[in-house]
């Protein structure tokens, strides 16, 4: 629990390449609770999360977005908790959920109305997600538009860059403090971390625009000379990740030649 605000939470054991070492759940409110992203279906999830929520009345369960390692346990607790689901119409839809639709700039009261959260629209990892402000203040529960430590993905076709450096100039326009990423540690000064990744991602693109222009004709070249040698483990992630960047070339006005493995696209199991 943290000093000032009413925010408690736990990190799932579903480490990975993608997750880093698992996905953050939350618990916002004192008397009673808002869950947000209540995390993967794997074992002992249910319990891990009756142990965050501590006997108190769980008032809605908020997701960010509907890959699987944030939102794959929520149809079970929402029985569990006898709560219901709140989320963009899209992330109801892909997880073919029952819930509350909120939308951008849509408040949900938390403890009984001694706080909310505003739905804050945040495309760009991927096209259904929210980030949530916490009010009175200025904490954003950031989903995987911004991580603790580390980069978060872009994974065409449904990440889009466009979207997502939109959706950094979104929340920082909101001017926030904490952040409480998808994964990894809080982030205690979040300007300077929006300001971070926006950065990278216009230098990651600069990059991308580079190296289509000294000839590389496929995806795997990009990636060689974007990202240098990867772990097997991260080539997948990285290959969404210049498709992605090559879409925005194209969204940007550029001809861009059809590039070997543009099409060859495969969910990854984040985002299934």
Request: with cysteine; proline share 7%.
């Amino acid at each position: 629990m943290t000093r000032d605000l009413p925010v408690a939470w736990f990190v799932s054991p579903n480490p990975g390449p993608l997750t880093l070492e698992g996905t953050c759940c939350y618990a916002v409110g004192r008397r009673r609770v808002v869950l947000v992203d209540p995390g993967p279906a794997i074992p002992g999830q249910i319990e891990r999360l009756e142990s965050l929520v501590a006997k108190r009345p769980v008032e809605a369960i908020c997701l960010t977005h509907a890959h699987s390692d944030h939102s794959g346990v929520a149809a079970l607790a929402s029985e569990r908790f006898e709560a219901p689901l709140v989320a963009s119409a899209e992330t109801l839809a892909r997880r073919d959920l029952s819930g509350r639709t909120l939308d951008s700039g849509g408040s949900l009261p938390v403890d009984g109305g001694a706080c909310s959260l505003r739905a804050i629209r945040t495309p760009g990892h991927s096209a259904d997600h929210l980030a949530y402000l916490l009010e009175p203040g200025r904490a954003v529960f950031t989903g995987d538009l911004v991580l603790g430590v580390g980069s978060s993905a872009i994974l065409h076709p449904d990440g889009n860059v466009g979207s997502c450096l939109a959706s950094f100039g979104r929340v920082l326009s909101l001017r926030p403090g904490r952040l409480y990423p998808g994964h990894g540690p809080p982030v205690d000064d979040g300007e300077a971390r929006l300001k971070h990744y926006r950065d990278h991602r216009i230098e990651r693109h600069a990059q991308v625009v580079h190296a289509v222009h000294s000839g590389a004709r496929s995806v795997e070249e990009l990636r060689v000379l974007v990202y240098g040698p990867l772990d097997v483990s991260l080539e997948r992630a990285a290959d969404a990740s210049i498709r992605a960047h090559v879409v925005h070339m194209r969204e940007q006005g550029e001809m861009v030649e059809t590039l070997a493995g543009l099409d060859d696209v495969r969910l990854l199991p984040e985002e299934a």
